[in-house]
T-cell receptor, first 117, second 114 residues
Framework: EAGVTQSPTHLIKTRGQQATLRCSPI?????VYWYQQALGLGLQFLLW???????NRGNFPPRFSGRQFPNYSSELNVNALELEDSALYLC????????????????FGQGTRLTVV | GNSVTQMEGPVTLSEEAFLTINCTYT??????LFWYVQYPGEGLQLLLK?????DKGSNKGFEATYRKETTSFHLEKGSVQVSDSAVYFC?????????????FGKGTRLHILP
């Protein structure tokens, strides 16, 4: 069974541009989470989508946005890129929302490495 | 608020040494606890989990016990291998619509020397 897939694996953009990152969850999973892993900062929660709706977002500015499609795949958009947006962006999926079932597991993709120059 | 604190790295050990990575948590409610591992250049993989007090999660020789009284979930392995070199993240999740996310510690980088 295919795991969580993310594309592209690497992305280089210049400051001020827009970046679009994509995520395909494991088949049957309806919840998708996005995390930012910047150097030395651990994993910061960005967004949670479930059943096509944004359910929660972390402490990030509005230029970080996304959506979930009817097939449960998801897109993360980052507008007006800044140098500090350079990071590994990780997508995870779970069968149900993490908080809906005790011990519900999230499965992570390999990430997209975004570099802003 | 809800948070996870784990020991700062990097941790450097020789092969076959005993490993402990400390993790403590603060949570409003009764969390599920996880250890994730990130090998170089890869995403995160779930290593083990525990969902209630005194549960022991185990996988690939790693173990961690959910200690509610000390709010801890320390990771241990009796004999580490070079292939265990990675970054280890302690994490928690809580039930409830608004906190429906995994909260991670900052990660501990582990280097195992042959």
């Amino acid at each position: 069974e295919a795991g969580v897939t993310q594309s592209p694996t690497h992305l280089i953009k210049t400051r001020g541009q827009q970046a679009t990152l994509r995520c395909s969850p494991i088949s049957g999973h309806t919840s998708v989470y996005w995390y930012q892993q910047a150097l030395g900062l651990g994993l910061q929660f960005l967004l949670w989508y479930d059943e096509g709706e944004e359910r929660n977002r972390g402490n990030f500015p509005p230029r970080f946005s996304g959506r979930q499609f009817p097939n449960y795949s998801s897109e993360l958009n980052v507008n007006a890129l800044e140098l500090e947006d350079s990071a590994l962006y990780l997508c995870a999926s779970s069968l149900v929302g993490i908080g809906q079932a005790r011990g519900s597991e999230a499965f992570f993709g390999q990430g997209t490495r975004l570099t802003v120059v | 608020g809800n948070s996870v604190t784990q020991m700062e790295g990097p941790v450097t050990l020789s092969e076959e040494a005993f490993l402990t990575i400390n993790c403590t948590y603060t949570a409003t409610g009764y969390p599920s606890l996880f250890w994730y591992v990130q090998y170089p250049g890869e995403g995160l993989q779930l290593l083990l989990k525990a969902t209630k007090a005194d549960d022991k999660g185990s996988n690939k020789g790693f173990e961690a016990t959910y200690r509610k009284e000390t709010t801890s979930f320390h990771l241990e392995k009796g004999s580490v291998q070079v292939s265990d070199s990675a970054v280890y993240f302690c994490a928690l999740s809580l039930r409830g619509n608004r906190d429906d996310k995994i909260i991670f510690g900052k990660g501990t980088r582990l280097h195992i020397l042959p």
